[in-house]
């Protein structure tokens, strides 16, 4: 099993930073795209940036410039630096992971349970 615990949400100011985090921890043999979404009150899920095993990243447009996304392989963690923040980046986010639980298994898709962001303005 792979359990995906994220931290680092809370309440900001409008401007204000906050980092995120999200550990893989259980049988993770290999871990290739890691992401985080958000989802806000009554609206989709979104992804919000991704980062290959290679550190290629891609972002949504609303949050280009603001936020980064990282990764420490060796500790199987992702992190999501927001800076800027603003009262629409208000949802609850959610780390993804494409984990390879065993080497030559099959490659699954996990998710954290959600942290929530909230900015006021």
């Known amino acids: 099993q792979v359990q995906l615990v994220e931290s680092g949400g809370g309440l900001v100011q409008a401007g204000g930073s906050l980092r995120l985090s999200c550990a893989a921890s259980?049988?993770?043999?290999?871990?290739?795209?890691m992401g985080w979404y958000r989802q806000a009150p009554g609206k989709q899920r979104e992804s919000v940036a991704r980062?290959?095993?290679?550190?290629?990243?891609n972002y949504a447009d609303s949050v280009k410039g603001r936020f980064t996304i990282s990764r420490d392989n060796a500790k199987n963690t992702v992190y999501l630096q927001m800076n800027s923040l603003k009262p629409e980046d208000t949802a609850v986010y959610y780390c993804?992971?494409?984990?390879?639980?065993?080497?030559?298994?099959?490659?699954?898709?996990?998710w954290g349970l959600g942290t929530q962001v909230t900015v006021s303005s």
């Open positions: 980062i290959s095993s290679g550190g290629s990243t």
């Open positions: 259980g049988s993770t043999f290999s871990i290739n795209d």
């Open positions: 993804n992971m494409w984990v390879q639980v065993r080497f030559g298994g099959s490659w699954s898709d996990y």
